[in-house]
């Protein structure tokens, strides 16, 4: 680490996203870029000491990490009023200490794709991915079969109330519109 950024000040804001269970917190550095990780359960957080630090506290229910923000879900008995201070104040102590977020992953080389897949996968990434990490999220592309999309909904839009309503009027129009192969698109949980 360089001196500089030694002496960088850490910030971190909270910043509510459209599924009330999850928040989303941002810090003024990149934590995991060029990739996002999600994780629904304790047991799967073995490659982020971060997110298994999180789930040892008692209210949250699942952790996504992406470029410069950690989406935390909470379960429904506690109320973000409460826990958003211990939060931010959680994230600076980590990242001004230096602690690890998500260990180092091996690359993994993109499949053979179609040229459908392509035009789906270049408007997911150009049109439908920003949007959706404002809200605390992310949409992979699965897969294009028969005329369906398969896309994996992450972070906070993974069981996000709007979630569905977004998949259908926005997105699927979206790819219907700009690939008329596109005849549906589904969505699985991360």
């Not at 826990?83 to 690359?107: H, S, T």
């Not at 949007?131 to 605390?136: F, T």
Request: proline share 5%.
């Amino acid at each position: 680490m360089s001196e500089k950024s030694l002496n960088e000040v850490i910030t971190i804001y909270a910043e509510a996203t459209p599924n009330p269970e999850s928040m989303k917190f941002v810090a003024n550095r990149m934590l995991l870029p060029n990739d996002s990780a999600d994780y629904r359960t304790a047991e799967t957080t073995g490659n982020s000491p971060l997110a298994k630090a999180l789930f040892e506290l008692p209210f949250v229910k699942g952790v996504f990490i992406m470029n410069n923000f950690v989406s935390i879900t909470k379960n429904g008995d506690y109320e973000w009023f409460d826990l958003v201070p211990d939060l931010r104040n959680f994230f600076q102590e980590w990242l001004e200490a230096g602690k690890e977020i998500v260990d180092a992953r091996k690359e993994l080389t993109p499949e053979e794709e179609t040229e459908i897949e392509r035009r789906i996968r270049q408007l997911l990434e150009d049109h439908v991915r920003p949007a959706v990490e404002m809200d605390g999220g992310a949409i992979d592309f699965k897969s294009f079969d028969e005329g369906v999309v398969t896309v994996t909904l992450k972070g906070s839009c993974s069981g996000c109330p709007s979630s569905t309503m977004t998949l259908k009027a926005g997105i699927e129009n979206l790819l219907k519109r700009m690939v008329p192969e596109v005849i549906a698109v589904e969505a699985e949980a991360g």
